[in-house]
């Protein structure tokens, strides 16, 4: 399976609402940003709502860190892990995967089902 595939697009309504909840409880700097961030590719598998960002729809795929790790639960209550990478200067990947190995992922977790996995480490 490659790594991504080309998807050169506006981000859609409920990917804005799910990073403009993201930002707000973990990296309120960059909340500014969401509405300039452009998709460009797609996780190749081409199912998972997976995506990689741009500041243009020419910008190259970067790699970043780990800087956002949260769990969340699917229309089926399957468990989502939701990793988001990025640089210091923006996001650059917002990754959903199957916990358990055993769902397909195919649609955004339920934003009221969140939860940091860091806090969860400390509760």
Request: aromatic letters at 8%.
């Amino acid at each position: 399976m490659k790594y991504s595939i080309p998807d050169k697009r506006e981000l859609t309504k409920s990917e804005i609402e799910f990073l403009t909840y993201l930002f707000g409880k973990e990296k309120s700097e960059w909340t500014n940003l969401i509405g300039n961030l452009k998709v460009i590719a797609r996780c190749g598998c081409g199912k998972c709502p997976t995506i990689m960002f741009g500041k243009t729809f020419d910008s190259e795929i970067q790699k970043g860190n780990l800087i956002i790790d949260y769990t969340g639960k699917g229309q089926n209550g399957e468990l989502v892990g939701i990793s988001l990478f990025g640089t210091d200067q923006m996001p650059t990947e917002l990754e959903f995967y199957s916990i358990d190995g055993e769902s397909d992922i195919t649609e955004l977790p339920k934003i009221d089902t969140l939860k940091s996995i860091n806090k969860n480490l400390t509760e």
